[in-house]
């Protein structure tokens, strides 16, 4: 079957440095996309990774590998607002959604 | 970049009626979109896929009885919860696909949280 693993809740520090991992065993791989989701909202999209490698967007930092089935969402100089869920999804074979349960976040002051 | 909307964001009903849904994409056409449904601490579950102008593509366990989507142009789709019970109270996210190439990216409207007593 399919699935996508990741943690399910992680602390932090305001200013500091998280790293969220996601690993994920697909059939198929179009492409694996990072979300970000504040409590009673609809995902807002952060990252698009489909080759090996680092994506840098501003603070956000998105890893794949795809021999390894593993991405990581990098998060520098965290402030409060980042404070969510960040969903990894993983697109397969026939190009649908996989979705993992989602990290949620808690940045304390 | 595209805008999905959602209508209504929140709807409150009584038990035994019916919600429609309607997800519009603003500045594109949507050749495919997804409705996903929500509960509180989970993650996103696609319900269905559906394609302008055909039928709904229904995931193993849900109703397409009870969830009637239609898709009738490239920026509408409306999804209908008959017969409403407690149970279908969620967060329903509908999203719209640009394009028909499965690579293409998809776009999410806000979202409707739907509280059925």
């Known amino acids: 079957g399919q699935n996508i693993d990741q943690p399910t809740e992680m602390t932090a520090t305001e200013g500091a440095i998280v790293q969220i991992n996601c690993t994920y065993q697909t059939s198929g791989f179009n492409g694996l996309f990072w979300y970000q989701q504040h409590a009673g909202e609809a995902p807002t999209f952060l990252s698009y990774?489909?080759l090996d490698g680092l994506e840098e967007k501003g603070r956000f930092s998105s890893f794949l590998s795809r021999s390894k089935g593993y991405s990581y969402l990098l998060l520098k100089e965290l402030q409060m607002k980042d404070s969510a869920s960040y969903l990894c999804a993983v697109k397969d074979s026939n190009y649908q959604l996989i979705w993992g349960a989602g990290t949620k976040l808690i940045i304390k002051p | 970049g595209a805008v999905v909307s959602q209508h209504p964001s929140w709807v409150i009903c009584k038990s035994g009626t019916s919600v429609k849904i309607e997800c519009r994409s603003l500045?594109?056409?949507?050749?495919?979109m997804f409705w996903y449904r929500q509960f509180p601490k989970q993650s996103l579950m696609l319900m269905a896929t559906?394609?302008?102008?055909?039928?709904?593509?229904?995931e193993q366990g849900v109703e397409k009885d009870k969830f009637l989507i239609n898709h009738a142009s490239l920026t509408l789709s409306t999804l209908t919860v008959t017969s409403a019970h407690p149970e279908d109270s969620s967060f329903y996210i509908c999203s719209a696909r640009e394009g028909p190439s499965g690579s293409a990216r998809q776009y999410f409207g806000p979202g409707t949280r739907l509280t059925v007593t």
């Open positions: 500045d594109f056409q949507a050749t495919t």
């Open positions: 990774n489909v």
């Open positions: 559906s394609n302008e102008g055909s039928k709904a593509t229904y």
